[in-house]
């Protein structure tokens, strides 16, 4: 288990039997390098703690312990779990701030803690099995115990193509389960007990004029920034050349007496090139500056992104995993602007759900009918954000409302419930029958801890896509080199400060992250700050139709999951050929089948990466697929 995880602590191994508990440790060394190694046991080995992550809050922690006279081994902020938990027992982690995952056995009481962090920055994962409670890092070190069978959890499967992510404690491993963010998991007398400790509301909002709460956002994004440069090493800043990772970059050349290193990275394949944005931060806080152009075959990095996540990849995934392995030669350490979107209204989405609704002021029967026919004319033009894709958005999400129109929009572009019906065999549907995705999102949009649209739709990405997508993305392209990322915008007081916030400070008309533009205008050039939103991409739906269409067949014709009598194929075949003639842009449902497919033969197969490697180049070459195994669902 712990030669799987080597890459996210390449520095050193720990290994702990304690009775009926064994912990093993794979260590990043950051705080305390010499004297923080793990496990870590009390003096008096009652207790011992496995920790991946950071408590930000860890020096002021420390002195309210030693003051009431408790002692302390080791400068690591390991050991504060120990002493927290002496003190309060499970309720320890409603006094941490910061990204954490631990495990803490309590050897008296035959008791195991695990619990993670608010917003999910740090994963966990465990399996109930006949020998007992197996838990890890990342799935693939749950499987390599050889305690839980490599069985594919259909349920899982059914919400991950509709919502780009696998919600709740699911993984797409029957029997292995992810504590949710914000949670803790007591195995006691062999019942497991998961329950929340933490939640957030927008429901009160914070008084106070649009300048000064202007002020008060900047002083908190000074105090974040600030706690999250903790560390006994160098640390560095992704500087993508956006808003985000720009201000998070400034704030941190203003709190660090050194030249903070930062880290971008440019790609000849994109339309847009960010690294004279990035390079202009640079210059004016004096960073030592590091970018790098790469050319990003991205098909051949899917074994490799696939196996680190233990799941399908995303075409996001790329520039964090390129990004990340530029940093890893002088860093271990990076702060990123990751979750400014989620928190402030940073995405097109969000303004379009009001477009949304004033488009609907025509007649329903318009906008089934003869706009449906119009829209249907303008032609694909397979681009990123194509006009034929927002018309069709626009038109289709208008024929609904509220969280519906919202859960709708996460599928637009995936499978809806009504695709899955063709997508899945007959069989298949018949085992998940009473399942709706969509359920997923209502859940949360419907909440009583938000009120107003906007604050929902934030509301609803912080309780999905930020747990479930982007940051275990992020953790695991990044750990793949063995670099830490801090997110500061996403520790859970910021996300409370925010949370408190207007709507209309946030998206103001259609203008997107109101307030925190204002802020950013204090620290950097206004044409970064005006410049439309850019993001990361690849010309994915292009490449599909050219030097990557004989791989689209292949996985039409050798499917896996068709073979076990989970999809259709003639439906798989009739997606592929509609996006190779030119009739239908399918790139993101191609790509989700795509990557289920190396999924499929890395980890239910256990194929090595290599094999897998191979069938791509041999599928996009156009060879002959070769003899296929017999497989069953």
């Known amino acids: ?79 504060i779990l120990l002493h927290l938990y002496q003190k309060y027992g499970v309720d320890c982690v409603t006094h941490l701030d910061g990204m954490f995952a631990f495990a803490l056995w309590d050897r008296p009481r035959r008791r195991l803690l695990l619990a993670r962090d608010h917003l999910g920055q740090k994963p966990l994962f465990y399996a109930e099995t006949a020998r007992g409670l197996v838990f890890a890092s990342e799935v693939k070190a749950v499987l390599a ?84 440069l903790l560390s006994d090493v160098p640390v560095g800043s992704f500087l993508s050349g956006g808003i985000d990772s720009s201000l998070v970059t400034a704030l941190m050349a203003k709190a660090s007496p050194e ?33 790098e152009v790469v050319t990003a075959d991205l098909v051949r990095l899917v074994p490799e992104m696939v196996w680190h996540l233990d799941e399908p990849s995303d075409p996001f995934g790329v520039g964090v995993y390129l990004v990340a392995r530029l940093a890893a030669r002088d860093v271990k350490v990076v702060l990123s602007g990751d979750g400014g979107d989620e928190l402030f209204a940073g995405y097109d989405r969000f303004a379009g759900q009001r477009l949304a609704t004033m488009y609907g002021l025509l007649p329903r029967s318009l906008r089934r009918t003869l706009m449906r026919q119009l829209i249907g004319l303008v032609p694909e033009s397979f681009g990123y954000k194509s006009l034929a894709q927002k018309l069709h958005w626009l038109n289709e999400m208008s024929l609904l409302d509220g969280g519906e129109r919202y859960a709708a929009s996460m599928s637009f572009l995936r ?15 018949a085992s998940l029958a009473g399942l709706d995705s ?13 009120r107003e649209l906007i604050d929902r739709m934030l509301y609803t990405d912080l309780m999905t896509r930020i747990p479930d997508h982007l940051l275990p993305i992020v953790d695991r392209m990044a750990m793949a080199h063995g670099l830490e990322v801090r997110p500061p915008l996403l520790e859970h007081r910021m996300v409370e400060f925010a949370a408190s916030l207007p709507g209309d400070l946030k998206l ?28 990361f991409g690849f010309p994915l739906a292009r490449w599909m139709r050219t030097d990557l269409r004989h791989l689209l067949r292949h996985v039409a014709g050798e499917s896996r999951l068709v073979q076990a009598g989970v999809f259709n194929h003639a439906y798989v075949e009739q997606l592929v050929e509609e996006h190779l003639q030119g009739r239908r842009d399918h790139n993101f449902r191609l790509w989700i089948l795509l990557n289920l497919e190396v999924w499929h033969r890395l980890f239910l197969e256990e194929q090595s990466l290599e094999d897998v490697a191979d069938w791509i180049e041999r599928a996009r070459a156009g060879h002959e697929p070769g003899p296929t195994a017999l497989l069953s669902a």
Not at 439 to 450: Q, Y
């Open 145 to 228: 115990s050889g305690l839980v069978p490599r069985d594919i959890d259909l349920e899982a499967l059914f919400h991950y193509v509709s919502l780009r992510f696998i919600p709740d404690q699911l993984t797409l491993f029957k029997g292995v389960r992810k504590l949710p963010a914000a949670h803790r998991l007591v195995y006691e007398q062999g019942a497991v007990r998961v329950e929340r400790y933490w939640s957030f509301s927008c429901v009160a909002k914070r008084p106070g004029s649009e300048a000064e709460l202007t002020d008060a956002l900047d002083r908190e994004l000074q105090e974040t920034v600030r706690a999250h």
């Open 508 to 535: 103001r008309g259609t203008k997107l992250k109101y307030i925190l533009r204002r802020v950013a205008a204090r620290y950097l050039p206004g044409e970064l700050i005006e410049r439309p939103k850019q993001g």
């Open 438 to 450: 969509t359920e997923k999102i209502l859940t949360h949009f419907n909440s009583p801890n938000a």
């Open 259 to 291: 030249p903070v290193p930062t880290f971008s990275i440019g790609v000849r394949e994109q339309g847009f090139n960010e690294l004279p944005f990035a390079a202009q931060v640079a210059r004016r806080y004096r960073t030592q500056h590091h970018e």
């Open 1 to 79: 288990m712990l030669a799987t995880v080597r890459h996210r602590g390449p520095d050193a191994e720990g290994l702990e039997c304690l009775g009926p508990a064994t912990l093993g440790h794979r260590r990043l060394s950051i705080l305390d390098l010499a004297g923080g190694g793990q496990p870590m046991l009390t003096a008096d080995g009652t207790l011992a703690v496995v920790f991946n992550g950071e408590i930000y809050n860890f020096p002021a922690l420390r002195r309210a312990l030693e003051a009431e006279g408790r002692g302390f081994r080791t400068r690591s902020d390991t050991e």
């Open 415 to 429: 499978f809806t419930e009504d695709a899955k019906r063709s997508l899945l065999s007959s069989d298949a549907r």
